[in-house]
C-alpha cells in the first residue's frame, strides 16, 4: 500500500506535469463525477496530505484522490494509449502531459475552500511543512489504552504512516506493536524516528529502512515474516491488527520487541 513517501512523490510528479498549464481533458470515471469538466481551468498545484492528494485547480476547485490499496498516478506524454481495462477512474491533461489516476481509492471534486471536509480530520503530517511533533504526541494521549501499533496507522494522530512504516519503526524503537500507548516510556522517539525514516525515504523509490537498499535488504521486518530476524536471529512473527474489517499486517520480533517495558 502507497504510504506517505510514494503519495509525496506521486504530488511531484503530478505538479511537474500539470502545474501553471491549461487543462484540455479531464475525464471522471467514477458515476459521480462523470459529468464533471474541468477542461480550459488552470492546475495551480497539487499537494499530498498524508495519503490524500489535493489537485487545485482554478476557481476554487480541488480535485482530492487517494491511492488506497494499489492506486496510482501515470503520467505520460499527452496523447498516448492509457493503461488498458477497466482500471482508470479519472485523467488530467493538458496540451504537453496527461496523468491518469489508475485504481484510486478516492475520487472527489470539492470547493478549495472546502478540503477540511476531506482532510480536516487527519493529524499532522509526517512529511509536512507544518509537522508538529508536540501535537502528534497530544493525539496520541488521547487513548492511552490502544496499542501502539493501531495508533499509529490511525490518521488521526499522524498522517502518512502505513504497515510498512509502522512495521519497521516499532522494530527499531525495540518496542512491541500490542504495547499499549501508555505502557511506551519514550512516544516522542517513536514518532520522531517514523518521520526520520519516511523523511529519508521520500525522493527515493528504492526505500529502505535499514541502509542497504539491495532488492531484499531493505527493510528489517517487513515482507520478512517467518525469516530470521537481522539483530537476534529469533523468527519474525506475523499477526492481524486492527478491528475488522481493518485489521492490517503486522510482523515483529517478539525478542527484539517486548509487550512489556524492560528494566
Ligand atoms: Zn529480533
Redo the contacts with the bound molecule.
Keep these: 500500500m502507497p504510504e506517505g513517501d510514494v503519495v509525496h512523490r506521486a504530488a511531484v510528479r503530478l505538479g511537474r506535469a500539470l502545474d501553471g498549464r491549461v487543462l484540455v481533458r479531464s475525464d471522471f470515471r467514477v458515476p459521480r463525477y462523470a459529468t464533471a469538466d474541468l477542461t480550459g481551468r488552470t492546475v495551480l498545484e497539487t499537494v499530498a496530505r498524508g495519503k490524500h492528494l489535493l489537485t487545485r485547480v482554478e476557481g476554487d476547485l480541488t480535485v482530492h484522490t487517494h491511492l488506497r490499496m494499489e492506486g496510482s498516478w501515470q503520467v505520460s506524454p499527452a496523447g498516448r494509449g492509457l493503461p488498458r481495462g477497466d482500471v482508470v477512474r479519472l485523467v488530467l491533461a493538458n496540451d504537453t502531459w496527461q496523468a491518469a489516476g489508475v485504481r484510486l481509492g478516492m475520487v472527489d471534486l470539492v470547493a478549495t475552500g472546502q478540503e477540511d471536509r476531506l482532510v480536516g480530520h487527519l493529524g499532522p503530517d509526517l512529511l509536512g511543512a507544518d509537522w508538529d511533533e508536540a501535537e502528534v504526541l497530544r493525539r496520541l494521549a488521547r487513548r492511552p489504552e490502544t496499542s501502539i501499533g493501531v495508533a499509529l496507522l490511525d490518521q488521526r494522530n499522524l498522517a502518512g504512516i502505513g504497515t510498512i512504516y509502522r512495521a519497521e519503526t516499532l522494530f527499531l524503537a525495540g518496542v512491541s506493536p500490542w504495547r499499549p500507548v501508555g505502557a511506551v516510556e519514550d512516544l516522542g522517539a517513536i514518532v520522531s524516528l517514523a518521520r526520520r525514516l519516511m523523511d529519508g525515504n521520500r525522493d527515493r523509490p528504492d526505500r529502505t529502512t535499514t541502509g542497504d537498499s539491495r532488492p531484499g535488504r531493505g527493510t528489517w521486518v517487513y515482507g520478512r515474516a517467518g525469516r530470521p530476524?537481522l539483530?537476534?536471529g529469533?523468527r519474525i512473527s506475523r499477526g492481524e491488527m486492527g478491528a475488522e474489517p481493518q485489521e492490517r499486517l503486522i510482523v515483529w520480533?517478539r525478542?527484539?520487541q517486548p509487550e512489556r517495558p524492560t528494566g
Design positions: 530476524c539483530r537476534c529469533h520480533c525478542h527484539c
